[in-house]
């Protein structure tokens, strides 16, 4: 590889003003819908960089048609995306790149959990603490400063890199869908989520659901002339694990962890009944139902329906009263680039150069924009950064800030390799 020799060092040079930049980007709040200070904080640092910066509203009348298109609830009229463009000069070969962020967070629970201020930025023990200091703006940071560093070594891309600083994935996705509806593309993503600087290019979906089963109620002391929804919808419950272990039985797939938990089926909220003595009319339960890489999100939906339908069939009550299966909010294709891409070989093949080690690649159960790069706009995609995503939407949230280093030196290196020169 023809990596720029200094590269390392002039990251490690950067140091300070990288973990500066971040405490900043941490303590500028953005829970969703308050993304704007962060929003500025980001478009004037590229612009800074001499960055073709331009600020891309989300509006929901351009991306209601869209079929990735989800009304996540928030504002439609001040949610702003930042997309920074270092062009490329076009000369010998060479490959685009989107470094792909998100800045919207979630909510810090029980404030009294945390031992700082969510949005204090306290360094300790060589790591940063604070609310979206994991996920996901220490890996935005590092995608930024890759950049940056490249610029102070006098290095120019061949082709176009775009930072991409979005909002609104925590809650289904509509900054990215902004910038692939309004035509930003490149020929890969690194989505900078926070990976322990892992290559985890598959993903599992999720959809969500309610199921409504109705009973009849009448006084307890006359049990046998109702019917207990919640009764009933125990059968339901049991049909649908027994769907969940079949499904995980039936697939394989080497990237996960746990061949048990790829697309796990959730009841997440139940409610049911009105009083203790009288038998209960109504159930409703609303879940999360996993899909499988490489299943469609209506595959996914008839597979549970099914399910439902035959356990219904089965029950005289439910026969003549079916359950209710409604599909809302958030809904998840899952989505994967194959391992064997050149993309892949060559972001792991540079993680290895860099840090040392073999890289590890990994598929991920839980939702992120990458499905709609890799469904929607079709454009090979991973995620990749620093932290750990056991430590996302935790108390006491924090990045290893020598991890957010090394994070920077990868990125920075791979512009080099894939972007050209
Ligand atoms: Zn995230």
Known sequence: MNTLPNLSHAVDAARDD?????????????????????????AQKLRSMGLEVEIVPSHFDDLRNHPAFGDDGFSPTERINVVGRWRGTGAGDGHSLILNGHVDVVPVGDLTLWDDSPWGAVIRDGKMFGRGSCDMKAGLCAGIFAVDVLQ??????????????????ESGGIGTLTTIVKGYTADAVILLEPT????????????????TVTGRSIH??????????????????NAINQLSDE?????????????????????????????????????VAEGRMGVLPGESNEAVRNAFEAAIQLTAESDPWLSQHPPRVEWFEGQFESGQTPLDHPFLQKLGAVHQ???????????????????????????????????????AHAVNEFVPLDEVLTATKVVATMITEWCGK
Not at 21 to 33: D, E, I, R
Not at 373 to 380: E, V
């Open 18 to 42: 990288l973990i500066a930049f971040l405490q900043k980007m941490v303590q500028a709040s953005s829970l969703p819908n308050h993304e704007h200070d962060v929003q500025n904080l980001i």
């Open 152 to 169: 102070r070594l006098g290095y120019t891309p061949a082709r176009d890199v775009l930072i991409e600083s979005v909002i609104g994935e």
């Open 196 to 211: 322990r600087l892992e290559l985890c290019p598959v993903q599992s979906g999720a959809l969500t659901f309610r199921l």
């Open 220 to 237: 307890a002391a006359m049990k046998p002339y109702g019917v207990s929804a919640i009764e009933k919808f125990a059968l339901l419950l």
């Open 247 to 283: 499904r995980h039985r039936n697939f394989k797939h080497e990237l996960y962890e746990d061949p048990n938990n790829i697309a796990p089926i959730n009841i997440g909220t139940i409610r049911g009944g009105e009083w203790h003595s009288t038998v209960p009319e109504e159930v």
């Open 353 to 391: 150069q860099v840090t040392g080690s073999a890289p590890v690649f990994r598929a991920v159960t839980y939702g992120s924009d990458m499905r709609l790069f890799t469904n929607h706009a079709k454009i090979p995609s991973t995620h990749y950064g620093p932290g750990d995503v056991g430590m």
